[in-house]
């Protein structure tokens, strides 16, 4: 959902959550800019070579948790639906070809979680890569709004 300033001039999104569609909250007030920079970071990581995490599907950008955001209202409240995205390592026993000989192996994935004001939460457990399409969808879907963001062009954030 756009954001539009005193002119109607959309210049960043605010993320409506919809689950078996009906609006479940609303979230992250203009977090377009978190999320394009998010979307090149998971890129990144993925390109790079990583010696303790050689699966690329393993590496992310920064630590615990790359995003949080919830639903504030201009007079400070805070309600209507959260989302978040967290870090999380997984070990995971690789058995042997044969006999019990095997080893741990740590995996990370993303744990997306959304809440809203009325019903339970969703969660979802992504790769890197789910999680650089995922957000690589919502940056998409913002730019055919509001154009790419472009450094120097206040108009648009995003």
């Given at each position: ?66 995003f949080a955001f919830r639903y504030r209202a201009r007079n400070g ?82």
């Amino acid at each position: 959902m756009a954001c539009r300033d005193g002119l109607g001039t959309p210049y960043e999104i605010t993320l409506e959550l919809h689950r078996d569609g009906a609006l479940y909250g609303t979230v992250g007030e203009r977090c377009g800019r978190l999320l394009a920079g998010l979307a090149r970071g998971v890129a990144e990581a993925r390109a790079g070579h990583q010696a303790w995490w050689p699966d690329p599907d393993d590496r992310f950008p920064g630590e615990a948790e790359l995003f949080a955001f919830r639903y504030r209202a201009r007079n400070g409240v805070v309600g209507g639906g959260e989302l978040r995205c967290r870090l999380r390592t997984v070990p995971l026993w690789v058995p042997g070809r044969r006999g019990p000989a095997g080893e741990w192996r740590l995996t990370r994935r993303a744990v997306v979680e959304a809440g809203g004001d009325g019903g339970p939460g969703l969660r979802a457990v992504l790769t890197s890569a789910e999680l650089g399409a995922f957000v690589g969808d919502i940056v998409a879907e913002a730019e055919d709004a509001l154009g790419p963001y472009r450094p120097g062009k206040p108009a648009r954030t995003l």
